[in-house]
């Protein structure tokens, strides 16, 4: 039995008015997706428990099969362990975006144009972050690493956690006032995010960027404070051999800690033009070579909705669809493999808010030897809450796919 997560970051949503009064799951032409429905559970899951934030951080430890409530330590030490940081027990850690602030002369008194500065390619961002981590170096104890794209990291050694930080994807359009950082390490952190907009301001690549019509990436802005961070093997937690697809350090570094299988695939960006069809077909592979169980995660959703761009979303969700869904599942029966498929988002990631919301999600669990269905239909929103089945705990649904 060969077993495959779909994940879809961010893909599910609010009606929409300019589609119909649709969610995009519902509007997006998805014919593979909606004939496994019809002969697979369709429900509804808490992936995110009550007491925590709706990261894709947490989310995506409860669909791989892990209680975020015991074993979560933050976001940015995840991403660290993907890029090869070595961490020490004392380390803190933070994320480091590369963002386009606007161009108020008191820091406080700017907003949050782009969270991602255009999604600044990753050969212009190891740049700047080479440049910055340079003068950072002068503040003790404290290191910058880059990342892919606008995505970094910050650590501290020896460093106090108890932060109050805020996404900035949480605040785009927003002023930067009320949501510097605050806490321990507060006033440090301020001087490096100054003094950063005082280095990036008329760096060359940002005056290219401006010349080309491109948002400059004029600041760094801190935010996902975690300590180091371990999991229970993937492989001697349930018995089968794992593999991890995606574009985006945080699930490389929690597949990492997993002792999961990364594969890596050429064209994987972590949004719409990613290489939908490389990942399938690296899945494919990795599964018929002797792996058990691979898990796709797809960003491209999460981006769209970050950016509110309803448009790709859709486009993306297709992707996934007719790229993705459709190419394994007709891959593994071709190969004469039975398998079983668990597509789901991670968390919804609404156009209207263009942040995460701990809403359940939608899930559909599909058994190639199963014939019957709940009577699902198709695979969206309405569909699973109509089925009336639910998943309180976003852990378990690693444990159904697996019938453990």
């Known amino acids: 039995m060969k077993y495959v997560v ?69 976001r940015s030490p995840l991403e660290a362990v993907s890029m090869g940081i ?22 406080e008194d700017k907003y949050m144009v782009d969270y991602s500065a255009g999604e600044i390619s990753t050969e212009e961002a190891r740049e700047l972050i080479g440049y910055l981590a340079r003068h950072v170096a002068a503040y003790k104890g404290l290191s910058l690493h880059a990342g892919v794209s606008y995505r970094h990291c910050l650590v501290l050694q020896n ?12 605040i785009t359009g927003k002023p930067v006032r009320g949501h510097l950082p605050e806490g321990p390490t507060a006033g440090t952190l301020r001087e490096v995010m100054q003094l950063s907009a005082n280095l990036l301001k008329d760096h060359p690549i940002n005056r290219a960027r401006v010349a080309a019509g491109k948002n400059p990436a004029n600041s760094v802005w801190f935010w996902g404070e975690g300590t180091k961070p371990s ?53 494919l592979r990795a599964l018929l070579d002797g792996l058990d169980l691979v898990y796709i995660h797809m960003e ?49 990631t609404p156009i209207a808010v263009r942040t995460h919301v701990s809403d359940p999600v939608p899930y559909l669990l599909y058994r ?8 699902a239909t198709s ?6 809450k109509a089925t009336g089945i639910f998943v309180e705990r976003g852990w378990e649904l690693m444990q159904k796919l697996l019938k453990r």
């Open 6 to 74: 779909v994940l879809g970051d961010g893909m599910a949503d609010y009606k929409i008015e300019r589609l119909g009064n649709k969610t995009p799951l519902e509007y997006a032409e998805t014919p593979n997706l909606d004939a496994l429905a019809k002969h697979a559970e369709v429900g509804l899951c808490r992936t995110v428990p009550a007491e925590l934030k709706p990261g894709s951080d947490v989310a995506n430890l409860s669909v791989l099969g892990y209680d975020p409530r015991t074993c979560y330590t933050g």
């Open 86 to 107: 070595a961490l020490a027990d004392t380390d803190v850690t933070m994320r480091c975006n590369l963002v386009t602030l606007s161009d108020e002369a008191a820091y």
């Open 159 to 170: 460093g106090e956690t108890g932060n109050t930080l805020t996404p900035p994807h949480d």
């Open 231 to 283: 999991l229970e093997n993937f492989e001697k937690k349930f018995g089968v051999r794992g593999g991890v697809i995606s574009a985006v350090d945080l699930i490389k570094g929690i597949g990492i800690l997993a002792g999961m299988r990364i594969i890596d695939v050429p064209g994987a960006t972590g949004n719409y033009d990613t290489n939908f069809t490389g990942k399938a077909n690296a899945a």
């Open 300 to 348: 491209a959703p999460d981006e769209c909705g970050h950016q509110g761009d309803v448009e790709h979303k859709v486009y993306s969700i297709e992707q996934i669809d007719r790229k993705v869904v459709g190419p394994i599942a007709e891959g593994l029966r071709a190969a004469g493999e039975d398998f079983a498929m668990l597509v789901c988002p991670d968390h919804p």
């Open 368 to 375: 190639s030897r199963d014939t019957g269905g709940c009577g």
């Open 379 to 384: 695979y969206d929103e309405t569909c699973a």
